[in-house]
């Protein structure tokens, strides 16, 4: 009779499975259609516009052979992967200290301190970089204030130097990072601080051999994203350093807006994107390793 009535009971129970099935599946269409229509499809059009439009109509290979070997704009590629370096080590090296002081010594100020963080966040970046150009124009106010002091006999032409360029991608960047670093170590456990200094390590080695290896996640992360979104600026590098800063994704900006050779710039469109992925992959995969072994 129990044998009757398992046995009875377990098509129900299986179609339920089965709808389970069905339903985990219907729910993940949306999200694939998305990812479908507003990722893949404009990859691929961007792809065939790159060796089918202009130049590439005769030589689909021609407007990558020129980015890879005209030396003009291997420079680019260069200068592009260098400020993203830049900008990513500045705001590691920043912004650290800061997230390390929000978890363990903020106290009630924590939120205070976040949400000056998230603020600037809240704003165009356009509005953040012209900010800049208030402060450090000829007549801006900082030299305004330094020649009102005495400390310069005329107003220094800051604006157009290539180091301002850096200064505003690292304010722009920097709460990417704090937030990533943030989030883990949020999750290291204080006790295992505490344990290595009760069995005689000083702040640095409990630093170097506790906090930094279980942090080095948060790290990954927001050296990723800092690094990515750098790669895909253009508007500090336009707004900022009197463009003498040239990188890719503003030598993009201007063959869509200014030359119109749309080709050419979706050929500079799939380089920079795949460089930006083999670079993640090695950072990610760096990091992982290190982790390991630490």
């Not at 953040?128 to 220094?156: C, E, H, K, M």
């Amino acid at each position: 009779m129990q044998t009757l009535t398992s046995l009875s009971a377990s098509p129900p129970a299986q179609s339920k499975r089965n709808r389970f099935r069905l339903a985990t599946g219907s729910w993940a269409l949306p999200a694939v259609l998305f990812l479908v229509a507003f990722l893949i499809v404009p990859l691929v059009a961007n792809a065939f516009r790159s060796v089918t439009l202009g130049e590439a109509a005769l030589n689909p290979w021609a407007y990558y052979e020129k980015l890879l070997l005209d030396s003009y704009y291997s420079g680019i590629f260069f200068t592009t992967f260098k400020v993203s370096l830049v900008t990513t080590l500045c705001t590691l090296v920043l912004g650290y200290p800061v997230a390390y002081f929000m978890v363990r010594y903020a106290g009630r100020w924590n939120a205070l301190i976040l949400f000056c963080m998230i603020a600037p966040l809240l704003t165009s970046i356009i509005m953040r970089t012209f900010g800049w150009r208030v402060l450090l124009a000829r007549r801006g106010l900082i030299n305004v204030w330094a020649t009102d002091l005495g400390i310069i006999s005329r107003p220094l032409d800051i604006l157009n130097d290539p180091l301002v360029v850096y200064i505003g991608l690292v304010h722009v960047m920097a709460p990417f990072m704090v937030l990533s670093i943030t989030a883990v170590l949020q999750g290291v456990d204080v006790r295992l601080e505490e344990s290595a200094r009760v069995l005689g390590a000083n702040r640095w080695r409990t630093f170097r051999h506790i906090t930094l290896p279980l942090s080095l996640d948060g790290i990954a992360t927001g050296c990723m994203l800092v690094f990515v979104i750098t790669n895909g600026s253009f508007l500090t590098m336009l707004l900022l350093g009197g463009g003498k800063v040239q990188t890719l994704s503003l030598l993009i900006y201007q063959q869509f807006n200014l030359t119109q050779d749309v080709g050419f710039a979706a050929a500079m469109g799939n380089v920079l994107l795949i460089s930006a992925m083999v670079c993640v992959a090695l950072q990610t995969r760096f990091v992982r390793r290190r982790g390991v072994k630490a």
